[in-house]
């Protein structure tokens, strides 16, 4: 499981990153909104290791040491990050994440036998930002599969490829649910798909409120409450940009 309470990122001003609270399950996919792309973004690198959060807890399968939640996690897609350059062909793409993964797990992967069990044999020439916005979701997710370590994904933004949920919804539900191992998969987007029922949450969810009673924490740690490290107010809404005083 995945737990953040009152995770939070400084900007310049404000709160790059408002305090947040969120957690998912392996076998669930968790869509957290927030209108800014450098809100989201960093929200992304923090939930998959790759930044350290200035204030919050952030837990992977109850502990704090960033060192499991950096293996298990797998960021994916995130723009002026680990993005697909637009130079870079699909096969070319395939050859550069496979070497990334570990040693121990690389074998004998190559990119032309990986293209074919896969079924990408057929864009293998094609420039990564030619790819329709679905087969770019399932290369993206089915490379950082590729490393068996991988059980979180955190996919950012893959609605600003596309109006249609369609491109990117059906694959992270299936990788979350029926991929051949739980995963825990996090997606974040501007807003949430019509008719989503899902589990949700939304940057800014968790503003410190002096005056508010104390409450039990967000998350649970093998069905047991956690202590509550800071007294909070969670509102469902979109990104609160004024802290109570």
């Not at 032309?112 to 030619?130: C, H, I, S, Y």
């Not at 949430?192 to 740690?221: Q, Y």
């Not at 047991?224 to 909070?232: G, N, V, W």
Request: aromatic content about 4%; hydrophobic content about 40%; proline content about 8%.
């Amino acid at each position: 499981m995945l737990c953040a309470q009152q995770l939070s990122v400084k900007g310049r001003r404000l709160d790059l990153v408002p305090p947040t609270s969120l957690q998912v399950s392996r076998g669930e996919l968790l869509l957290v909104t927030g209108d800014r792309q450098d809100q989201r973004t960093a929200l992304a690198l923090v939930l998959s290791g790759r930044m350290k959060s200035d204030a919050g807890t952030l837990t992977w399968d109850g502990s704090a040491k960033p060192r499991p939640l950096r293996h298990a996690g797998a960021l994916v897609d995130s723009p002026g990050v680990n993005e697909p350059e637009q130079h870079l062909s699909v096969a070319d793409l395939v050859t550069e994440d496979l070497a990334l993964i570990p040693r121990r797990y690389r074998g004998a992967l190559l990119s032309k036998p990986w293209l074919k069990v896969n079924r990408f044999e057929d864009v293998a020439g094609m420039w990564t930002e030619q790819l329709p916005a679905a087969r770019r979701t399932k290369l993206l997710t089915a490379l950082a599969l590729a490393n068996p370590g991988t059980d979180l994904l955190v996919v950012d933004s893959p609605d600003r490829h596309g109006a249609d949920p369609a491109g990117w919804l059906p694959r992270l539900r299936h990788v979350a649910h029926d991929g051949g191992r739980p995963l825990a998969v996090v997606a974040t987007v501007s807003a949430l798909p019509d008719g989503w029922t899902g589990p949700s949450a939304a940057i800014g969810n968790a503003v410190p409120r002096r005056s508010a009673p104390a409450e039990e924490s967000f998350c649970t740690n093998n069905g047991r409450k956690t202590p509550p490290k800071a007294d909070y107010l969670d509102k469902n809404t979109s990104l609160v940009h004024e802290v109570a005083k």
